[in-house]
């Protein structure tokens, strides 16, 4: 037989010596995987290695079962002829020097391919090592700029701790934030009564990681690809085998139609033709599956270079896609943590710069006139102004009035008295006034005097000698703009007090007739943050001087009217600013209004169970006063419904406060003349103290 060609690889057929080595393996391969630290790589090179020497075994076994295919059946045995001894004494000798010779051919052809085989497979598993090695690295990339490298697909922004972090941090934030801006603007929010309330949350939509991949297989390259291999390589094992028992199934049919041709009575020429086609058979058997799995091998670290060389090339692709993403996911991180952080602190910086804007406003606006910039230094304390910035007065160049620069500083609040004319305002403002001076107003804030030095505070201290010392009556208030009676007032807000200077103004009645609406007083009145509503209950037929009950709601209709349209509030809203319905004279109701004596248990009620120390004094103490005079006000005002009017102006920011600025003692109900009266008013100071209220000052107990 001649020598197998071994430069050109033969169609594998198993060799023995590769049957060790895989023996050796496979052995080999199960205690890698009982190790726990095994190396994936030295996994997977022993898989893929045994898938393709089972690929080798199959084609081997195929290529076999073509070669017998092709060989042409013996005619007859050398059995048949007459006398077979020389033949076979000749045949026998040449038989056996042939198979040694080809024998020893074989056995240089093994060792070529053996060779050939270990070259290739040292270069294959160092080309299969430098796959998985890069693989490997494809699995911690993916992890670290977030993009899927079987897809293609790039996750341009993930979520990660940071993220997390971001976002609980601005809530903190933005929690102080409110709770800070909520010390900050405190009175706001009480005035308001709404909670305050952080949108953050909604946020988490346009954090980064909002997108993903599209959907793969999560498993790590290195388990996807061991199971790829078991399940090729049990599927190769399989089909070799069935390949392996058809040629061996062939082959024996063959080698017996071989045998007998030399089969014969005498002789053993049939028995080393078996003996030697079986060696033969196992020998090429052990070439063809080296030169084949060589081959094999060969082609395999060429197809993994390849991938290799493609699949860095995709690598660099989407990394330099994934790193332009982590640029923009960067960006888009910095500018969400940046508006957060302004979100986060936009209450606390609006609530300041509100509060600030508020104050500079009021420092350019004249308390008397509401013109701006006209207040100016005087000249006299311009000197001062060197030495201490808050001395000295400043002065409105357009009314006149004078005011300490100190003022200009602090919150200012405007609280105007509105009603007929001689319906009790100044008389209650005086009262009121002195009731501030001797410390005993109804509230636990501190509420002072806050001289200014102008006529204004001279005149009240006249007029206020006039009404508690000589028992006079106030006059009729000159239809002047008046300066503003200033008060200072510090609540008891747990948080820190908040400060506040206070105008009261006494405007004259005529404020409300229609014959001066062109002038500057209803300007000015409409434009300030609430109102004591007198409704005197003891004008209401028009006797003598007085008006009547429908003038009086007449005259407010048109000065409301002009009131909303100043504010550009629409017909059919309420104006949205607290008002304090004073119901004065409480103490002539006995004598000047149709309740007449029935007065007497309310007056009665009130004083027995609704007047407590001044510093006790609670806003439900002044809701029930409001509800018991709410009780009297049909019998107070027949045919009309106050509650209802008063309602359609100013919604339910109101409170109804019954007053006398004289007493209510009740054997001297009735009387007008006041010097047989006892000064010892009630609810003077109230309304005031209620609208403070409103405006989210503590200053209840």
């Not at 102080?176 to 005035?191: H, P």
């Not at 506040?500 to 103004?505: P, S």
């Not at 319905?581 to 009130?606: A, E, R, T, W």
Request: hydrophobic share 45%; with cysteine; net charge neutral.
């Amino acid at each position: 037989m001649a020598e197998p060609d071994c430069s050109r690889p033969a169609r594998p057929l198993r060799s023995r010596s590769l049957a060790g080595s895989l023996l050796a393996l496979l052995l080999i391969a199960p205690a890698a995987h009982a190790q726990p630290d095994a190396a994936p790589a030295d996994k997977l090179v022993a898989l893929r290695l045994d898938w393709l020497t089972h690929l080798a075994r199959e084609d081997a076994a195929t290529t076999e079962l073509k070669a017998l295919a092709a060989l042409r059946s013996p005619a007859a045995s050398v059995g048949n002829v007459q006398d077979p001894a020389a033949i076979l004494a000749a045949l026998g000798p040449a038989l056996d020097a042939d198979y040694k010779q080809v024998q020893a051919a074989l056995g240089r052809a093994e060792e070529k391919a053996r060779s050939r085989k270990a070259d290739a497979l040292k270069d294959w598993t160092e080309a299969y090592r430098q796959r998985v090695a890069f693989r490997e690295s494809v699995g911690k990339l993916e992890a670290a700029h977030g993009f899927d490298f079987e897809t293609g697909a790039t996750t341009a922004l993930r979520p990660d701790p940071v993220d997390a972090l971001v976002l609980v941090a601005a809530c903190f934030v933005a929690v102080v934030a409110v709770r800070v801006r909520r010390t900050e603007q405190r009175l706001d929010i009480r005035k308001a009564r709404r909670a305050a309330g952080v949108a953050l949350l909604l946020l988490a939509v346009v954090l980064p990681g909002c997108g993903g991949p599209a959907a793969s297989d999560a498993r790590p390259w290195a388990a996807r690809e061991e199971a790829e291999l078991t399940a090729a390589r049990d599927a190769a094992a399989s089909k070799g085998a069935s390949a392996e028992t058809a040629a061996e199934q062939k082959w024996q049919a063959t080698s017996a139609a071989w045998v007998a041709l030399v089969a014969a009575p005498r002789g053993d020429a049939d028995k080393l033709v078996r003996t030697g086609e079986s060696d033969l058979r196992a020998g090429l058997r052990s070439v063809a599956v080296d030169a084949q799995l060589g081959e094999r091998l060969v082609r395999d670290a060429a197809e993994q270079r390849a991938k290799l060389a493609e699949e860095a090339a995709k690598l660099d692709q989407l990394t330099g896609r994934a790193k332009l993403w982590s640029r923009a996911g960067t960006g888009l991180r910095v500018l969400a943590a940046g508006v957060l952080f302004g979100l986060a602190t936009a209450p606390l910086w609006s609530a300041r710069r509100s509060h600030a804007r508020r104050i500079a406003l009021a420092a350019k606006t004249c308390p008397r006139c509401f013109r701006l910039d006209t207040l100016k230094v005087e000249a006299s304390a311009r000197k001062a102004r060197a030495d201490d910035e808050d001395d000295g007065d400043v002065r409105c160049t357009r009314c006149g009035l004078r005011i300490r620069r100190s003022y200009l500083t602090v919150p200012r609040l405007c609280f105007p008295t509105v009603g007929v004319r001689s319906s009790g305002k100044t008389h209650m403002l005086v009262t009121a006034y002195d009731r501030v001076r001797k410390r005993t107003a109804p509230t636990v804030a501190t509420v002072q005097p806050a001289p200014t030095g102008s006529d204004a505070d001279r005149r009240f201290e006249q007029l206020t000698d006039e009404v508690l010392h000589r028992r006079g009556v106030a006059g009729a208030t000159d239809l002047v703009l008046p300066d503003p009676i200033l008060l200072h007032v510090r609540d008891a807000d747990p948080l820190g007090g908040s400060a506040a200077i206070v105008n009261l103004f006494d405007y004259s009645g005529e404020l409300i007739n229609p014959d001066v609406d062109v002038n500057m007083l209803k300007a000015t009145a409409v434009r300030m943050d609430g109102f004591m509503l007198f409704l005197d209950p003891t004008q209401l037929y028009g006797d003598a001087a007085n008006v009547t009950i429908d003038q009086q709601l007449a005259m407010l209709d048109s000065f409301l009217a002009h009131m909303r349209k100043e504010r550009g509030v629409p017909v059919g809203e309420p104006i949205p600013v607290p008002v304090a319905v004073c119901v004065p004279k409480f103490d002539l109701l006995i004598s000047d209004n149709p309740i007449g004596g029935q007065s007497v248990q309310y007056i009665h009620q009130m004083l027995e169970h609704l007047n407590p120390p001044p510093r006790e004094v609670t806003l439900a103490v002044l809701r029930e006063r409001s509800e018991l005079v709410e009780q009297m006000l049909p019998l107070m005002f027949p045919g009309l419904d106050v509650r209802r009017v008063i309602e359609g102006y100013f919604g339910t920011q109101l409170l109804f406060f019954p007053l006398s600025s004289v007493s209510l003692v009740e054997h001297e109900l009735g009387v007008k003349d006041l010097s047989k009266r006892n000064i010892a008013p009630f609810g003077v100071s109230e309304p005031v103290v209620w609208l403070l209220h409103m405006h989210g000052y503590s200053v209840f107990g």
